[in-house]
T-cell receptor
């Protein structure tokens, strides 16, 4: 299947700093990518839909100033967690669709804020 | 709103078949998916089925869809210890602008 690459796979940062997570579609172009957050032993919670060349669409309850999304090219979307706090520690996963049919996911990023 | 439900745990013996069940409420679903997640990893797309189909088979995997009852199942034949993981059912909801709506995940434990 298609490959979606997420980087870094793990990151530890200090409280108050910002962290950027990259999501790349390696062998296809993705006008739309999705960012999810997953809590331990829980399902995926959609945070926002990232649209190439335009503003991201955020789900209700997700702070857009806290979780900055940039989708500058057809193969790259970035999620920046600004002024991170321990409660932002989580597993973040991105995905990209092919033809609104198949949805492929990145490997995930484990963020720990200390 | 739209909802997807799965049982949380399933335990089987190696070599047996596993059946993981899922129910959904959104009648506008276009595609339904099964994903596998191993610890600390992302989601791996196992298979998907279009909503006007009732069965799809791919090697050891068989997907059954009962659209009338809004029930989806994934059967894994000859289950191996490497199949131990969390399995997520998801629907693509036309009513939600094509977003994927996920179930809670079923943790499959395969005992030797």
């Amino acid at each position: 299947g298609a490959v979606v690459s997420q980087h870094p796979s793990r990151v530890i940062c200090k409280s108050g700093t910002s962290v950027k997570i990259e999501c790349r579609s390696l062998d296809f172009q993705a006008t739309t990518m999705f960012w999810y957050r997953q809590f331990p032993k829980k399902s995926l919670m959609l945070m926002a839909t990232s649209n190439e060349g335009s503003k991201a669409t955020y789900e209700q309850g997700v702070e857009k100033d806290k979780f900055l999304i940039n989708h500058a090219s057809l193969t790259l979307s970035t999620l920046t967690v600004t002024s991170a706090h321990p409660e932002d520690s989580s597993f973040y996963i991105c995905s990209a669709d092919i033809s609104n049919t198949e949805a492929f996911f990145g490997q995930g990023t484990r963020l720990t804020v200390v | 709103g739209e909802d997807v439900e799965q049982s949380l745990f399933l335990s089987v013996r190696e070599g047996d078949s596993s059946v993981i069940n899922c129910t959904y409420t959104d009648s506008s679903s276009t595609y339904l998916y099964w994903y596998k997640q191993e610890p600390g990893a992302g989601l791996q797309l196992l298979t998907y089925i279009f909503s006007n189909m009732d069965m799809k088979q791919d090697q050891r995997l068989t997907v059954l869809l009962n659209k009338k009852d809004k029930h989806l199942s994934l059967r894994i034949a000859d289950t191996q210890t490497g199949d131990s993981a969390i399995y997520f059912c998801a629907e693509r909801s036309y009513n939600q602008g094509g977003k994927l709506i996920f179930g809670q995940g079923t943790e499959l434990s395969v005992k030797p």
